[in-house]
């Protein structure tokens, strides 16, 4: 079935770094690609929306600058938590629907700012 | 009221039973409804998808959407231990539209 590759799984970064996750569409081109924001025993929180070649739309509350997405093929997006401290420190989780019929999901990474 | 309502749990059955798991959405315009799995520490995994009304199966999962009560349901026969995780409910107007998903229900089935 269509494989959504996440890296890296977790990363551990100091404050005031940038950390950049990638995603890739391995069999299938990902026109769309959607961020979410996971806290631990809650929901997906939608961040925001990437198209292909064009600005991504971000979710109500969510800082664009804090949060740069790109999204320059069909096949990878990526997601660049800048100047990160302690509270962007969540798990992080891409999705992108090969059919549309439902989503699939990378495997998420695990973001710790200390 | 929110969107989409899931009870977290979690909700403790012993190995063999039949889990029954369940979501509310208050949005009568939603058509498509899916369950995902996820894993501890894992992105979630699509397990049903279903269109409308009615039941669909797979295996030893089988999908029902009531969509006259707005309420739909995950059924999973024979549970095993390697069934413990958290199962999202999702659904959407349409194919191309955002999935709004309910919080988890947190599922643990032990031996």
């Known amino acids: 079935g269509a494989v959504v590759s996440q890296h890296p799984s977790r990363v551990i970064c100091k404050s005031g770094t940038s950390v950049k996750i990638e995603c890739r569409s391995l069999?299938?081109?990902?026109?769309?690609m959607f961020w979410y924001r996971q806290f631990p025993k809650q929901s997906l929180m939608l961040m925001a929306t990437?198209?292909?070649?064009?600005?991504?739309?971000?979710e109500q509350g969510v800082e664009k600058d804090k949060f740069l997405i790109n999204h320059a093929s069909l096949t990878l997006s990526t997601l660049t938590v800048t100047s990160a401290h302690p509270e962007d420190s969540s798990f992080y989780i891409c999705?992108?629907?090969?059919?549309?019929?439902?989503?699939?999901f990378g495997s998420g990474t695990r973001l710790t700012v200390v | 009221q929110k969107e989409v309502e899931q009870d977290p749990g979690p909700l403790s059955v012993p190995e063999g039973a039949i889990v029954s798991l369940n979501c509310t959405y208050s949005n009568s315009a939603f058509q498509y409804f899916m369950w995902y799995r996820q894993y501890s520490r894992k992105g979630p995994e699509l397990l049903m998808y279903?269109?409308?009304?009615g039941n669909k199966e797979d295996g030893r999962f089988t999908a029902q959407v009531d969509k006259s009560s707005k309420y739909i349901s995950l059924f999973i026969r024979d549970s095993q231990p390697s069934d413990s995780a958290t199962y999202l409910c999702?659904?959407?107007?349409?194919?191309?539209?955002?999935?709004?998903f309910g919080r988890g229900t947190s599922l643990i089935v032990h031996p």
């Open positions: 999702a659904m959407t107007p349409g194919g191309s539209y955002i999935p709004t």
């Open positions: 279903t269109y409308s009304s």
């Open positions: 990437s198209n292909e070649g064009s600005k991504a739309t971000y």
């Open positions: 069999d299938f081109q990902a026109t769309t």
């Open positions: 999705s992108a629907s090969p059919t549309g019929e439902g989503y699939t």
